[in-house]
């Protein structure tokens, strides 16, 4: 696949730059917060406030309570549940009854997570439930127990979390076509270009191959199926062969692109596209051809299959009710000759 300019950006860099950022507020949120608040924003001042605030109670509060007349420390006893942090993973991850397995609801999450939550209408329910949840929770706890500490780090965690799995989901998506087809499971260069073979093997070139350069090769591989060339006629097979050809050279060529023809909307509208804009376009272009090549390609074959199956049935049901026409004659002649009153 050519490229317009040496200079333009590679799509899947920026996509890398971006995961590198992504971990690098992970690891300095993780193991530099002590030293720098790494959120953002009025969210960083929130998380951090009530860190501090959180831990000036913390010294305020008893360090020992008193059990069956023995001094137990608070951090043996069972902790209270956050109703922000319940909420957060009602909201987040509720399909999958996280908020149930936060609240040691086993049983309850384990057939959420089974039926995509009762198939969402438990969800809806559980977002008036979840206050009677933990306070019947909070309730079996003693009351000098103190607040469970995972609560805060949950709930400034789970927005990274969620931007990590939706880059991850997004790279996944991507790059799942590519990687169908580099492992041979399908030549999907082939069939997006409609040959029967490779477009680049065709064209004797290599994928990275530039325009002009994969052009030259395709006018040698014209001119030698002339006939002054050749020297024989153009058959039914140089035709084809010749066919082959043009789709190999506008697949390799770019012809799939439609930046060209949003560079004539954009000049009509007097707008300037940079080279950035452009390899996006053409970068979403190729993973919209892929995609939609491996639907048209998958549904073929369910439907061929499916034809395929519809024709033995039916030659089947032919072969029987033949068999059975050729058996009644046979049938009627062995009753006229049992029967002496016939």
């Given amino acids: ?59 305020k509060a008893p360090r020992a309570v ?34 149930h397995f936060y609240l040691d609801r086993i049983v309850h999450g384990v057939f959420a997570a089974g039926t995509l939550n009762f198939f969402f209408i438990g969800w ?25 500490p995972g609560s805060r ?3 400034c965690r789970l927005p990274l979390f969620y931007g990590l799995l939706l880059t991850v989901a997004s790279i996944s998506f991507c790059q799942f076509p590519s990687m169908l087809h580099f492992t041979g499971i399908v030549d999907l260069e082939s069939l997006m270009a409609g040959t029967e073979r490779n477009p680049y093997d065709m064209l004797g070139v290599e994928p990275s191959v530039k325009a002009a350069a994969a052009e030259d090769a395709y006018d040698i591989l014209m001119r030698a199926e002339l006939p002054q060339i050749s020297g024989k006629p153009c058959d039914e097979k140089c035709r084809k062969r010749k066919k082959e050809l043009g789709k ?19 000049r ?30 998958g549904y073929n074959a369910f439907a061929s299959a499916t034809e395929d ?19 009644q004659p046979r049938d009627k002649s062995n009753h006229r000759d049992g029967d002496p009153e016939l």
Wanted: hydrophobic share 35%; aromatic share 12%.
């Fill in 66 to 99: 008193l059990v069956e007349g023995e001094e137990v420390s608070v951090s043996f006893l069972r902790p209270k549940k956050d109703m922000l942090a319940a909420y957060t993973l009602w909201w987040g991850a509720g399909v999958f009854g996280a908020h």
């Fill in 248 to 266: 190999a050279i506008k697949f390799v060529r770019g012809d799939w692109r439609h930046s060209a023809d949003r560079r004539k909307e954009n």
């Fill in 124 to 148: 809806v329910l559980d977002a008036f439930s979840l206050p009677y949840f933990v306070s019947k929770y909070n309730g079996e706890t003693a009351d000098a127990a103190p607040y469970d």
């Fill in 153 to 155: 780090r949950l709930c």
């Fill in 309 to 327: 199956s519809d024709d033995g049935s039916s030659t089947n049901e032919g072969n029987g009710q033949k068999q059975r026409t050729r058996s």
């Fill in 1 to 59: 696949m050519g490229s317009e300019s040496d200079e333009e950006t590679d799509p899947f860099e920026t996509l890398a730059s971006w995961a590198a950022i992504i971990v690098l507020l992970w690891a300095l949120r993780k193991y530099g917060c002590k030293y720098v608040c790494c959120c953002c924003g009025c969210f960083c001042f929130r998380c951090c406030s009530r860190r501090s605030a959180s831990a000036e109670k913390e010294e």
């Fill in 268 to 297: 009509r509208n007097s707008k300037k596209r940079t080279n950035v804009d452009t390899a996006w376009d053409d970068w979403a272009d190729y993973i919209g051809l892929q995609w939609s090549t491996l639907g048209r390609t």
